[in-house]
């Protein structure tokens, strides 16, 4: 039996893991892989105390800090996803709430307390052709296929920091970028949006909702619809790289946490608690609204303090 | 065991494939489709894919970084 289980291994699962090591919480962490959604990034520049790191370094680093703690009080599981929860003994119950988690590889593991850290993953395109020309002209993942791309003319769909920086890369390869945006205005930073921007391989568009991926073995061309005008476009383009978001990965709490309609976990956000006692969450998989690496950390480390007392308060009352 | 696998520099699921045959000791060739054209039309042609990783174990292909797929055409237990 844990005292607390961690569900994720991005920055918010990490730090959390780090805090209760440091506590003396006994835990366990389980983590398809580490450093979380960042992983991708060709290069984060907002990672407070480091000008400058890849994703995948970051990636790399976050793992080192939190598993310099493994020891009997912090232990992995690695490679595993929790794809199901059950609340054992009721909170109204002798000694407070106990949980069930079973893993996608059949493991199960029984705890107090659970933080839910489990992030978000990219929203997949959806209009017809989107299934047919994945990975044959439909990228996600443009640092790792822009290099493909060279020579070619490409749209990117989704003018926030992540369009912004799939644009970036695709610089150095694409004759051709042109920049999709749905809403009025492109978000995304302003040093990263000035810096594409400013090439005239760049050619960006606002108000455009994509249509359809047209094609023959690969991608051919991107239909898209003025949202002003309702005139529809035809490009003509080898890529079609997409950036419109995450989707967060709450499936398996469905029922057991109060959801919204987005599917984030509500919280009360001063103590990160959830609808339910026993359950906290922090990072892309909640209501919070600002996607960010640096908050994560600070959101999870915030639960993990409350995580804290509530465990000494049980253990006083029991 | 004939391995290949197709990558770009900076493809973290290419890492991660190539980090799971280090650990297992399968010895694999690598093409780096961004600087290897030939290599790139080799990819495209046997993957019908625009996207790294691919992965050829004997002649059987495999897209993007499918871990049990891989665990099983490499016979890794555990």
């Not at chain 1, 893991?17 to 960042?38: D, F």
């Not at chain 1, 950036?243 to 057991?256: A, D, R, V, Y």
């Not at chain 1, 509500?266 to 609808?275: F, G, M, N, V």
């Amino acid at each position: 039996m844990y005292e607390l289980v961690i569900i994720g291994g991005g920055p918010a699962g990490a730090a959390a893991g780090v805090y209760a090591a440091r506590k003396r919480v006994k835990s366990l962490l389980i983590t398809e892989g580490w450093g979380g959604q960042s992983e991708v990034s060709p290069d984060v520049q907002n990672w407070i105390g480091i000008k400058s790191i890849s994703g995948i370094d970051l990636a790399q680093k976050i793992e080192e800090h939190v598993k310099a703690y493994a020891g009997d009080v912090l232990e992995f599981d690695e490679g595993s996803r929790v794809v199901e929860v059950k609340e054992l003994v009721l909170a109204s119950g002798s000694g407070g709430p106990k949980f069930t988690l079973v893993t996608n590889k059949g493991k199960k593991y029984e705890t107090r307390s659970i933080l839910v850290a489990s992030g978000g993953r990219r929203r997949k395109l959806s209009v017809p052709g989107a299934e047919t020309y994945d990975g044959k002209g439909i990228v996600y993942c443009a640092t790792c296929d822009a290099p493909l791309f060279q020579g070619k003319e490409v749209v990117v769909i989704g003018g926030g920091n992540a369009g912004f920086e799939s644009a970036q890369q695709l610089i150095s390869y694409a004759t051709k970028i042109t920049l999709l945006e749905y809403a009025e205005e492109f978000r995304g930073d302003s040093v990263t949006r000035e810096a594409v921007l400013k090439s005239k391989k760049v050619t960006p568009i606002t108000n455009a909702e994509s249509v359809e991926v047209k094609g023959e073995k690969f991608v051919t061309a991107l239909v898209w619809k003025d949202r002003k005008t309702g005139e529809t476009h035809e490009l003509p383009v080898q890529g079609v790289f997409v950036e419109i978001g995450s989707i967060p990965n709450t499936e398996f709490l469905k029922g057991l946490v109060e959801l919204n309609k987005y599917g984030e976990i509500i919280l009360d956000h001063k103590t990160a608690r959830t609808s339910r006692e026993g359950i906290w969450a922090a990072g892309d998989a909640t209501d919070q609204p600002y996607k960010q690496n640096n908050i994560s950390m600070g959101d999870a480390v915030k639960a993990l303090e409350d995580i804290y007392l509530w465990l000494q308060k049980k253990k006083s009352t029991t | 065991m004939a391995v290949t696998i197709y990558t770009t520099a900076t493809c973290v699921y290419c890492r991660a494939a190539k980090k799971l045959f280090s650990e297992h000791n399968i010895a694999y060739t690598e093409k780096d489709v961004a600087q290897d054209a030939a290599a790139r039309s080799e990819m495209i042609e046997r993957s019908g894919q625009l996207g790294v990783p691919v992965i050829d174990v004997n002649g059987t292909v495999v897209v993007g970084f499918n871990e049990p797929k891989l665990r099983e055409l490499l016979d890794i237990r555990g």
